[in-house]
């Protein structure tokens, strides 16, 4: 079982719908990151986030620590938010935060117009 | 502006080849880190550096190498040890704090990536 969980793997929405994907991970962390991944392959970072919500714009990544689960939603979904969206997480070890991260295998999102 | 330059962006390599992907940033990290990307899989770690002339072994680092001679500078070799070189490879950077101008995104950046195929 891998140790980070991206759902759906695949993801097809009409322009406008409200858009969740999901990241559930079993390893002690410092921190998570949502990454966006555009076909063209430069991955750029949406949001790092250790608890509780962050939003810039129309996206939404919320974090629950004891249920090890992060969401990223998306409102008013747009043909341009089209990409492979990635969970990382920062491991915690012993002595506090590391620099290794985990990663997901990312979800593929089509919005279509 | 700022950011992380990867070269090539597309590289043909033939059997028994070395070649180097270059990775330069002008963001003035320490941090510095190559990945490898392959259909279906997480990023895996190849090398990482936290500091120049100083790097470490990341999960897959057999049939690679890399130098940190220069703090902008952190190049990786696929030497032909490496068994499976078709892959897409990513370098990212690092600051121990995210920007003032984004400061929810985290301090983690990546270049546009390099797509090796072996002939």
């Known amino acids: 079982k891998n140790e980070v969980e991206q759902s759906p793997q695949n993801l097809t929405a009409q322009e406008g719908e409200f858009i969740t994907i999901n990241c559930s991970y079993s390893?002690?962390?410092?921190?998570l990151h949502w990454l966006q991944q555009h076909p063209g392959g430069g991955i750029v970072s949406l949001f790092m986030?250790?608890?509780g919500k962050k939003k810039h714009g129309r996206l939404i990544a919320t974090i629950n620590i004891q249920e090890k689960h992060s969401s990223l939603h998306i409102t008013a979904s747009h043909p341009r938010d089209s990409a492979v969206y990635i969970c990382?997480?920062?491991?915690?070890?012993?002595?506090?935060?590391?620099?290794?991260?985990?990663f997901g295998t990312g979800t593929l999102l089509a919005v279509q117009p | 502006d700022g950011g992380i330059t990867q070269s090539p962006k597309y590289l043909f390599r033939k059997e028994g080849q070395n070649v180097t992907l270059s990775c330069e940033q002008n963001?003035?990290?320490?941090?510095m880190y190559w990945y490898r990307q392959d259909p279906g899989q997480g990023l895996r770690l190849i090398y990482y550096?936290?500091?120049?002339?100083?790097?470490q072994k990341g999960d897959i680092a057999e049939g690679y190498s890399v130098s940190r001679e220069k703090k902008e500078s952190f190049p990786l070799t696929v030497t032909s040890a490496q068994k499976n070189p078709t892959a897409f490879y990513l370098c990212?950077?690092?600051?121990?704090?995210?920007?003032?101008?984004?400061?929810?995104?985290?301090?983690?950046?990546f270049g546009e990536g390099s797509r090796l195929t072996v002939l």
């Open positions: 390893v002690g962390i410092s921190a």
């Open positions: 963001l003035n990290h320490d941090a």
């Open positions: 550096s936290q500091i120049v002339n100083d790097f």
């Open positions: 990212a950077s690092s600051a121990p704090e995210a920007p003032l101008d984004r400061p929810d995104t985290g301090e983690l950046f």
């Open positions: 990382a997480v920062r491991l915690w070890a012993y002595g506090g935060a590391t620099n290794k991260l985990i």
């Open positions: 986030l250790s608890s």
